[in-house]
């Protein structure tokens, strides 16, 4: 099944996502790398935790404040990236990037994340679907530099 062609699929997604967010609460240890992402147009504050083992994120965990796209596509995040590498996190991010620009995508990559292939059409919004993304692939690029 498509579920960029399911919006009653994506609208719960979205909001199961929404109401009962994984990974949420961070950890506090030095284990892992924190990174504060916030948002100037919408009320998004969130930290991001990464756990990183060589170059595979072991463990991501957030919390904050966050409207409804931002909070549900940051606990997609999470979900989608435990236990992979570097690389596997770069493709899918830039992936889902290209989905919200408009641009071509692997759909299959994605799994639940295509349910924001809608916030493509709203430009005020790519920012609260991108946030978690983006950081996260700042935290990838820093930890890859200090691993070499
Ligand atoms: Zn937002």
Redesign the pocket.
């Known amino acids: 099944m498509r579920i960029s062609k399911e919006p009653a699929l994506i609208r719960q997604i979205i909001m199961d996502h929404y109401e009962f967010p994984r990974n949420k609460g961070l950890k506090n240890t030095k284990e892992y790398i924190k990174k504060n992402l916030n948002?100037e147009a919408?009320?998004?504050n969130i930290d991001l935790e990464v756990k990183i083992e060589g170059q595979v994120i072991e463990d991501i965990r957030f919390d904050g404040v966050?409207?409804t796209?931002?909070t549900a596509s940051t606990s997609i995040l999470t979900e989608m990236m435990k236990g992979k590498t570097f690389t596997e996190a770069n493709k899918i991010i830039d992936n889902y990037v290209s989905m919200l620009h408009g641009e071509e995508f692997d759909e299959e990559l994605l799994e639940e994340a295509v349910a924001f292939i809608n916030t493509s059409k709203q430009a005020n919004?790519i920012k609260?679907a991108t946030l978690a993304w983006d950081g996260l692939k700042e935290i990838i690029a820093k930890a890859g530099e200090s691993n070499e």
């Open positions: 948002s919408c009320i998004d966050a409207c796209i931002s919004r609260c």
